[in-house]
């Protein structure tokens, strides 16, 4: 079992930054491929980001590309997600996810939410105009 906590979410104007955060328990974190998702009111929730359990393989969806950043610290059992130039469109909240998979698995399923079974609670970004 994976439990996960987010946080650093909060209200920042448009062009501004966020870091948020994703402590993970348990003993799997090494073995975890992490990823974030986020779901707006009325929206699907939708993938963001992704990590391998090694780190050296990410993903982004297409409308964060260059603007956001995941990354991971295995001595903290924490993932990351570094957000920057942020916009209106981009208030959601967002969810850590977390799946112990083999790099294939982890490749062909990234996006898909139903291939993430541990989530956290989600935190709350709203980007104000």
């Known amino acids: 079992q994976v439990q996960l906590v987010e946080s650093g979410g909060g209200l920042v104007q448009a062009g501004g930054s966020l870091r948020l955060s994703c402590a993970a328990s348990?003993?799997?974190?090494?073995?975890?491929?992490m990823g974030w998702f986020r779901q707006s009111p009325g929206e699907e929730r939708e993938f963001v980001a992704a990590?391998?359990?090694?780190?050296?393989?990410?993903y982004y969806a297409d409308s964060v590309k260059g603007r956001f950043t995941i990354s991971r610290d295995s001595a903290k059992s924490t993932v990351y997600l570094q957000m920057k130039s942020l916009k209106p469109e981009d208030t959601a909240v967002y969810y850590c996810?977390?799946?112990?998979?083999?790099?294939?698995?982890?490749?062909?399923?990234?996006?898909?939410?139903?291939?993430?079974?541990?989530w956290g609670q989600g935190t709350q970004v709203t980007v104000s105009s």
């Open positions: 348990g003993r799997t974190f090494s073995s975890s491929a």
């Open positions: 990590i391998s359990r090694s780190g050296a393989t990410l």
């Open positions: 996810a977390a799946k112990l998979s083999t790099y294939y698995e982890f490749i062909t399923g990234y996006g898909l939410k139903e291939e993430w079974p541990y």
